[in-house]
């Protein structure tokens, strides 16, 4: 699912909401929460998941190209955990769509 297809469910679900009103609260939403990762906050959805901010320690890799040593510095990565309601419904959804695929009784 892409920005504009949230965009669209969203503006399809409340009837209310103009196209541009729906892209303005997609938009609100997630400057919201980029900018409280960035200040290392951490964001929890209840039923979702949480992101956080991961840190990765510095080390030592290596150019595939020529093969010679290169330092990579310490980055600060967003990471999504998902909550125990997001991944029992994509696991019973998944193994049902799978279930239906093979033949296979569920």
Do not use: C, W
């Not at 409280?36 to 030592?60: D, M, W, Y």
């Amino acid at each position: 699912m892409t920005r504009s297809d949230l965009v669209e469910a969203l503006a399809g679900r409340f009837s209310q909401l103009t196209h541009r009103d729906a892209e303005y609260a997609v938009k609100a939403i997630l400057d919201a929460m980029g900018d409280a990762l960035v200040k290392g906050h951490r964001i929890e959805i209840r039923g979702f998941g949480s992101f956080s901010v991961n840190r990765r320690s510095p080390r030592i890799g290596r150019n595939p190209r020529s093969g010679e040593s290169v330092m990579i510095p310490e980055k600060r990565v967003p990471h999504f955990k998902p909550g125990k309601a997001l991944r029992e419904q994509v696991d019973a959804r998944t193994a049902a769509i799978l279930g239906q695929e093979t033949g296979k009784p569920e």
